[in-house]
């Protein structure tokens, strides 16, 4: 079992960055695969980036390549989102999530789920 609590969400401008932070409770954090999400009302919520257990393993969506970085810090429980140059098409939910097992894209093999954190983007 895992918590998982997400942070760093706001309102920038486009361009700028931002970088979320997702903290987990649980002493096996290490032995998961973690995800970021997001949705916007209506939609889907959509694939952003993954990273596997280790960090030596990542994807990300095609909108977000070259812009968005994820990385985790297993001693201190966290997964982070860099984002940066920022886009209007970036407003969202951003939604942190964990599995047992290696990197997935899809919404359906991920276990635990953080609350969210909004994240809204000005042209």
């Known amino acids: 079992q895992v918590q998982l609590v997400e942070s760093g969400g706001g309102l920038v401008q486009a361009g700028g960055s931002l970088r979320l932070s997702c903290a987990a409770a649980?002493?096996?954090?290490?032995?998961?695969?973690m995800a970021w999400f997001r949705q916007v009302p209506g939609k889907e919520r959509e694939f952003v980036a993954a990273?596997?257990?280790?960090?030596?393993?990542?994807s990300y969506s095609d909108s977000v390549k070259g812009r968005f970085t994820i990385s985790r810090d297993n001693a201190k429980n966290t997964v982070y989102l860099q984002m940066n140059s920022l886009k209007p098409e970036d407003t969202a939910v951003y939604y942190c999530?964990?599995?047992?097992?290696?990197?997935?894209?899809?919404?359906?093999?991920?276990?635990?789920w953080g609350q969210g954190t909004q994240v809204t983007v000005s042209s």
């Open positions: 999530a964990a599995r047992v097992g290696i990197i997935a894209t899809m919404t359906s093999k991920y276990d635990y």
């Open positions: 649980g002493r096996t954090f290490s032995s998961y695969a």
């Open positions: 990273i596997n257990w280790s960090g030596t393993s990542t």
